[in-house]
């Protein structure tokens, strides 16, 4: 995988806005296409329509159809072409709009562009960006709803990073611009309106893995360790205010990226509390809390004061009335019986 630094340039002085999380990623992809002309966007709509989510607004009067190309429903199709267009020089971005639509060209993935790097011992990169939104939230049934993260995130050669601020999702957007293997880049549905700083210095990028602690103990009270993922991390940091009134001390982890998965930081915030819950909308089967559950069982098991526990949205399909959509999401109220479940042992 390829490096990434992070260090501003010396003595730049660069400012904070405050964006949405769409916004935020579309000043990255634009920074990033005036930087680099190799640089491409193919998917549906995202020529002068500007995307179905505004991931490309504006950004085809500035670099033209060459640069960002419509093209039909034909996912393998595209995606076989930008990997070789990958393999050869170029650096495509594939918008899917919806991540569901990356299983159509599952065997492109799989067996070209994650491999090729490893086939030809080296000699052929592949800079290949995939995006797109997943997750609950809009009615949008469960065709436009999965995750698949974890099915990604078990083959060998992808990079998988999940967002969940606007600051994230132009820094980490902007690193998967930059690697030379293939990343994938899985957006919620409900962050794309979430609002906050981002910095508008265009060399500042967020590394892959490497997790944020996004609330530390205070250090007044009964400790656990609380692993969320994507869009569960605002609500789990909302749980944490709200349990605080209790006494119950909530450090509160983003991995940013699940591949690479930055264990360290998850064993060592356990080590201080002796606690862990993974707050995860996927699906609990063979999904990536259990992967953090056995890794810390392993690196921190004797600092375990109670046993690992996950909390994941139900084992079926998205369905499509918004009300029983809303029954099968993680709710606020389970997050806290989660995290008060874990300090009872």
Not at 19 to 25: D, F, K, L, R, S
Not at 197 to 223: H, N
């Amino acid at each position: 995988m390829t490096a990434i630094a992070t260090a501003p340039a010396p003595g730049a002085v660069h400012g904070v806005r405050e964006m949405t999380y769409v916004e935020a990623g579309r000043a990255g992809l634009d920074e990033e296409m005036a930087r680099d002309p190799r640089i491409f966007v193919v998917g549906q709509g995202i020529g002068a329509r500007g995307g179905n989510f505004n991931t490309t607004l504006g950004l085809y009067e500035k670099y033209g159809p060459a640069r960002l190309r419509d093209v039909p429903i034909t996912e393998r199709g595209f995606v076989g072409m930008c990997t070789g267009a990958a393999a050869t020089g170029s650096r495509p971005v594939v918008d899917f709009m919806f991540v569901d639509f990356i299983l159509d060209a599952v065997g492109e993935l799989i067996n070209q562009a994650a491999k090729l790097r490893y086939m030809t011992h080296g000699r052929v990169t592949v800079p290949l960006v995939l995006r797109g939104c997943f997750g609950l939230g809009g009615a949008a049934a469960t065709h436009h709803s999965g995750s698949y993260y974890s099915l990604l995130a078990h083959l060998p050669g992808f990079v998988v990073a999940l967002p969940s601020t606007p600051a994230d999702a132009k820094g980490l957007l902007k690193s998967a611009i930059r690697c030379d293997d293939p990343v994938i880049v899985l957006e919620h549905k409900g962050l794309l309106n979430a609002r906050g700083p981002v910095s508008e210095d265009p060399g500042l990028l967020v590394p892959f893995g490497v997790a944020s602690v996004r609330r530390q103990l205070a250090g007044a009270g009964r400790g656990v360790t609380v692993v969320a993922l994507a869009n569960m991390v605002a609500k789990v940091l909302a749980a944490a205010e709200r349990l605080a009134h209790e006494g119950i001390d909530v450090e509160v982890i983003d991995p940013r990226t699940i591949a690479p998965l930055d264990l360290g930081t998850i064993a060592e915030s356990v080590r201080r509390t002796g606690h862990l819950l993974i707050v995860d909308e996927d699906y609990a089967p063979f999904g990536v809390g259990a992967e953090i559950a056995a890794a810390v069982g392993a690196e921190a098991f004797d600092h375990l004061d109670a046993p690992i526990r996950r909390l994941n949205a139900p084992f079926t399909h998205v369905p499509y009335s918004p009300p029983l959509e809303a029954a099968v999401a993680i709710s606020a109220e389970q997050i806290d019986g989660a995290i008060r479940g874990v300090l009872r042992g």
